[in-house]
């Protein structure tokens, strides 16, 4: 019987060289065009409620907007999700906003979170493809305001950087971030070149060459308007969120507005009412799609 969970991907235009699959009867194996020559390729990953909700203001440590975003926990298109994402750090590295960082104490961007599933075989996909065994975590800060218990900086053998701004760098460096050897690199991020810039030394310096940001929202439309986000999985939920429940409501791209291509649609069912979608802003190795404003 095939698995209830395995996504079946229609794939228009994705192009790109397939990656493989840790194991094909549970997951598709997916492209992914080349790098840029002088930075990575960013892809964003993230879930919307039907209605295009991605996070609102916590209201405390109960409130989690993507737990009701994603409805019941044992459903099959949230394992079909979560085994997504954790697939999806098998590509590269991977990256986070500060605020979900410490919004999430327990986040630590690997193919196995505490708690999931054994996943020996996306460890062993890593490795055979010569990447290190934990994706780098990149954390981006621009003020450097970040609790450096985090797991994402204690766990053994995984390896943080900090993309923040000069200031931010000072900040962590007061706070002892030199003492713990967690590599900073300070550029003026609120200019689309300084982020650029952090981009292409994640490249030249730590050998970046894939990163999976997994948001939030304000991560990736900074990088957006940066020029920077190359595409985003967006898994789409069945949950309609009341938007007058909730203060400081984010949504996702209008990715139509915004002229992005959706590359590929997957689903796990004919009935199923997730959808897993993968919008491409820039074209590989051409022209940019064009942007907003431009
Ligand atoms: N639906 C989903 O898939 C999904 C995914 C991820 C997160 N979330 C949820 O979304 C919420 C957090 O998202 P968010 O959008 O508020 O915050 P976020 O994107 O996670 O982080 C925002 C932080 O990023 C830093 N930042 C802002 N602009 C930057 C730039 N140009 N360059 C580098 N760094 C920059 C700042 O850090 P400093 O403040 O340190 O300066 C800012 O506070 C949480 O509730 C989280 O659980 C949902």
Not at 59 to 75: T, Y
Not at 132 to 160: C, K
Request: proline content about 8%; some cysteine.
């Amino acid at each position: 019987m095939a698995n209830p969970t395995r996504i079946d991907w229609s794939h228009k235009n994705d192009g790109g060289v397939a990656v493989g699959s840790p194991d094909p009867a549970r997951w598709e194996s997916l492209s992914f065009p080349q790098p840029w020559p002088d930075r990575p390729w960013v892809f964003g990953v993230m879930v919307a409620s039907a209605n295009g909700v991605v996070s609102w203001r916590r209201r405390g440590p109960g409130d989690d907007p993507v737990r009701a975003i994603l409805g019941g926990d044992a459903r099959p298109e949230r394992i079909a999700d979560r085994r997504l994402m954790r697939y999806l750090r098998t590509i590269g590295d991977a990256g986070i906003g500060a605020q979900t960082l410490r919004e999430q104490p327990r986040l630590v961007l690997t193919p196995q979170e505490s708690g999931d599933e054994p996943a020996p075989e996306l460890y062993a996909f890593r490795v055979a493809r010569g990447l290190s065994y934990h994706p780098r975590n990149v954390v981006y800060s621009l003020y450097g305001r970040l609790p450096l218990e985090h797991p994402i900086f204690t766990t053994p053998e995984l390896h943080a950087i900090v993309v923040t701004t000069p200031g931010g760098a000072a900040v962590l460096r007061g706070h002892g971030a030199s003492a713990t050897a967690l590599p900073l690199i300070a550029e003026p991020l609120l200019e689309h070149e300084g982020l650029a810039g952090a981009h292409r030394r994640l490249f030249a310096e730590h050998g970046v060459r894939y990163l999976a940001c997994e948001g939030g929202q304000t991560l990736l439309s900074a990088l957006h308007e940066a020029g920077l986000l190359d595409e985003v999985f967006l898994t789409v939920t069945d949950v309609v969120i009341d938007k007058g429940a909730h203060d400081g409501i984010l949504t996702s791209f209008d990715f139509r507005a915004e002229r992005a291509e959706l590359v590929a649609e997957g689903k796990i069912s004919r009935d199923s009412g997730y959808s897993f979608q993968r919008w491409r802003f820039r074209r590989p190795g051409g022209d940019a799609s064009p942007r907003r404003g431009s």
